[in-house]
């Protein structure tokens, strides 16, 4: 299916019935990632799965987008859909958005699968990287050295910057570097609907302790980690993730099967 907000063409799926379910995958992913996922929620919610702006086969933003772009896109989607107060179980850079729209006020619950939102911490090679880079950009402007330029950042970029930054192109890097610095940490006690926190104990894209940190910002929340499981948890152990996910939904479950 297709809709277009802002002007921007959105691929998105819809299953079963019931209480609404929004599911946000992950920065470099798209909605086949949660699949798995969304066949199994479907026999009791009805599903929406989309593909953000920039990702699979929705448009990309018009220019270099935040969190809160993209959640105030998500924001139009619901209206134009007519979902209230769904649950939103978001992975990774789609758990920021499904945060940030539990900061809002716009979630009945959240399932937040090992979530950005939380800055990776840094050390000095970071910062000698970073530093290094705008100090080169500076020096491959001058006069005489701009030929030189485009090839000796590439070169740099390969062998220094993140494979999402490497991966990403024109405005969806530009809008990579914006996202990936933002911080949720202040709002995350503003979050007052239940929030199941699910990570993987070998996470090393948003490790265990941003769920520890976020377990501790966010008023009714729990977090479980899953043994054995990587930064994509909920593929890597599946059926535990499944039974995780229809316990904490099991109340808006039953009310359905009531009607």
């Known amino acids: ?78 209206a134009a859909k007519a979902i209230e107060k769904p649950i939103i179980l978001g992975h990774s850079f789609g758990g920021k958005l499904a945060a940030i729209l539990g900061i809002r006020g716009l979630a009945q619950k959240l399932i937040l699968v090992g979530s950005a939102g939380i800055p990776p911490k840094r050390g000095p090679d970071y910062y000698a990287r970073v530093y290094s880079y705008k100090l080169a950009k500076r020096v491959l402007g001058l006069p005489g050295l701009s030929r030189f330029k485009t090839k000796a950042l590439a070169r740099w970029e390969k062998a220094n910057a993140s494979s999402d930054y490497q991966q990403a192109s024109g405005v969806m890097r530009t809008t990579f570097v914006k996202v990936v610095n933002e911080d949720l940490r202040r709002h995350l006690p503003r979050i007052t609907v239940p929030t199941l926190l699910v990570w993987g104990e070998l996470d ?30 909920y593929l890597d152990k599946l059926p535990e993730f499944l039974l995780i996910c229809e316990s904490f939904l099991a109340p808006e ?4 099967s009531n009607r």
């Open 253 to 256: 479950k039953q009310v359905i």
């Open 204 to 233: 090393t894209a948003t490790p265990p302790p941003d769920g520890q940190l976020m377990e501790k910002l966010i008023p009714d929340s729990g977090l479980v980690i899953l043994e054995g499981a990587g930064h994509y948890a």
């Open 1 to 78: 299916m297709e809709i277009t907000l802002d002007g921007i063409k959105i691929n998105y799926q819809e299953a079963g019935s019931g209480h609404p379910v929004l599911l946000l995958h992950g920065w470099g992913a798209n909605l086949a990632s949660l699949g798995p996922v969304q066949q199994a929620l479907a026999q009791g919610f009805q599903l929406f799965c989309l593909d953000l702006p920039g990702f699979g086969a929705s448009a990309p933003p018009p220019a270099p987008w935040g969190s809160d772009d993209y959640a105030d896109l998500l924001e139009k989607f619901l």
